[in-house]
């Protein structure tokens, strides 16, 4: 097992120790990266890794170009050398609907004269090809795919990546095995790397498939080593025939990963061209959960001897093909930019786009953040931008194309009074906030709207037959300057407004009754202080435990609070020494009598078994809302959050439950039943009331 440089050891114990060392390391990284279950701690892996550093110090002949210690090259390239592919590396067709899935999966099993294909399904990662080249185990080259026949010898910035093995493990591999397989580079890690470039005043990156291609192709490896690329294999490039490997694609891909080499978890295997688009389907609906960027879905058929019989069409084979996710990311006009005044005053630019069909809705508007935004993007009104829409997440310019800029281009400034003219106040930027602010208070109305649409959104008093619309309209018809004064309102007054007829006049009026039984960490969410989402007000309740308590607190009480820094605690304090705010929550609690029970916020002060707990919600419940559900387990003091992952104690799996459940099942989390989630309730004298 020893390599070439051991032959002329004098001191084998030495040298036993290093590989000793060399293969615990290579072991916890096969447990890290292809098994996804570390076994040891990062600090036990640190301290190997050092101890192998020393040793190889102290007896330098005995260093070997597969120790893990010899990652990264010191010496920066002049240029790439071609590599030329032994066999082509191919590209993909594409289908981009059911029926030409259908139609795809006719071709094969016609062109094969059989009644159904089985076929091995693979997520289709957006990064870049790559091809590896491991002889005798040991990887010698890394090439990108280039145009297919000619890639360029990335092996120095290959190398640097943690996924990928210098030395394979185990002793039954190919003499040659050639690996292809996707470059790419996390979110999460595509999230922190452009937050450094950004400190450090550098480029961001538009997306992490331009990230994980730019970082590959740095001529110094010392750069490539911090960026935190990863790799996945899909398929094999040549290999010698000395090993009897599997008949079929989705087998050689486990023996991959036998051999130290990652494969994605979500390759299975299917029947037909159901199979194929019920995977479609299922990696659709994880998408977003996935910690990797993914376009699409790869079908392929499952057996060698059928991939031979179908053979290519150009360069593409007729025995696979991607099925392509509605882009995120399109191209569009951005006609102007319109700035919007929110409840705290910010005031936020929006930008007014060319109606553009991305992430499967059309967009028109998408937002800006804020000036320091504008001038990192360098987008201009004019330009053709890039807008991006993931998921449920909000739409976003992600940047201009500066080729395509037009010489009318105008450059986005900052309004110097507030947008909405019955304000005009001027606007302000204080020294580091990126927001600017309209500094009319509450004497501005856009500011007045938003904070009366907030109070009494859904999260806050959710109060029912109040929309965005009608707020505007008794705003702007003088009927209403705070919140207190919708409890004011009477049936007469209402059912003059436009639009506004007598049934919903009643409406609204019985859903204000309605809200004015609600809890306290609705109640201080829905005044709307700057600085305090719904998590803090439930803290500041737990903590607090009455109104009059926070009210009356010092900046030093504050801070006391869990999560509650000098910022939110100055926020908090400055928001109730304004009289006029004492007015309006005195107004709120006297004349339109809101109220919450008290009792319950002073026994869910008391530590539970849940105190801190993580819990996640999915599927549809029937005996209660999420919104109840989630109040209820908050007042347990667990956390309830959107997500599943290795931090999630429990998942409470409703109806239906998709995604989210296959996911904590493979995480081994503990997954309730809505009966079981009812059961922790009633143990603690919490009842759902109806809503
Ligand atoms: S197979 C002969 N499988 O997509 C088949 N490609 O559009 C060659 N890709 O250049 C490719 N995930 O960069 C295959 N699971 C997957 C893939 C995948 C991503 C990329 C790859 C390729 C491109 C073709």
Known sequence: MMGDLFDSVPEPPIAEQLENLKGQLRHHNYRYYV???????????????????????????????DSPTQRVGDQPLSKFDEVVHAIPMLS??????????????????QGLGVDQAD???????DGLAISLRYEDGKLV????????????????????IQAIPLK???????????????????????????ERQR??????????RNAAAGSLRQLDPRITTTRPLSFYCYGMGEISDDIALADNHYERLMGLKNWGLPVSSEIQRVNGSEGCLSYYKQIGEKRDALPYEIDGVVYKVNSLSQQDELGFVSRAPRWATAHKFPAQEELTILNDVEWQVGRTGAVTPVARLEPVFVGGVTVTNATLHNMDEIKRKGVMIGDTVIVRRAGDVIPEVVGAVISKRPKTAKEILLPKHCPDPACGADVVRTEGESAARCSGGLSCPAQRKEAIKHFASRKAMDVEGLGDKLVEQLVDAGLVHNPADLFALKLEQLSGMERMGEKSAQNMIDGLDKSR?????????????????????????LHFCNLKSIIDSEEEQLIEVPDVGPI?????????????????????????KISWPIIEMSDSAIETEYSGKSFVLTGTLSKMSRQQAKELLQSLGAKVVGSVSKKTDYLVAGEAAGSKLTKAESLGITVLSEEDLLAIFNNHQLHVTDS
């Open 35 to 65: 098994l996804d279950d570390p076994d040891v701690p990062d600090a036990e892996y640190d301290r190997l890794f050092r101890e192998l550093q020393k040793l190889e110090a102290q007896h330098p002949e005995l260093l070997t170009s």
């Open 92 to 109: 993909l067709g594409n289908v981009f609907s059911e029926k030409e899935l259908t139609d795809f999966n006719q071709r094969v099993i």
């Open 119 to 125: 076929y091995c399904v693979e997520p289709k990662l």
């Open 141 to 160: 080259q890394g090439a990108t795919r280039g145009d297919g026949a000619t890639g360029e010898n990335v092996t120095q910035n290959i190398r640097t």
């Open 168 to 194: 394979l493990i185990g002793n039954d591999y190919p003499q040659i095995l050639e690996v292809r397989g996707e470059v790419f580079m996390p979110k999460a890690g595509f999230d922190a790397l452009n």
């Open 199 to 208: 400190e450090k005043g550098e480029k961001s990156f538009a997306n992490p």
């Open 517 to 541: 039984t609600t809890t306290l960490p609705r109640f201080i969410f829905a005044l709307g202080i700057r600085d305090v989402g719904e998590t803090t007000a439930r803290t500041l309740a």
């Open 568 to 592: 939110v605690a100055a926020s908090i304090h400055n928001f109730f020494r304004q009289p006029h705010n004492i007015e309006v929550v005195e107004q709120l609690v006297n004349e339109a």
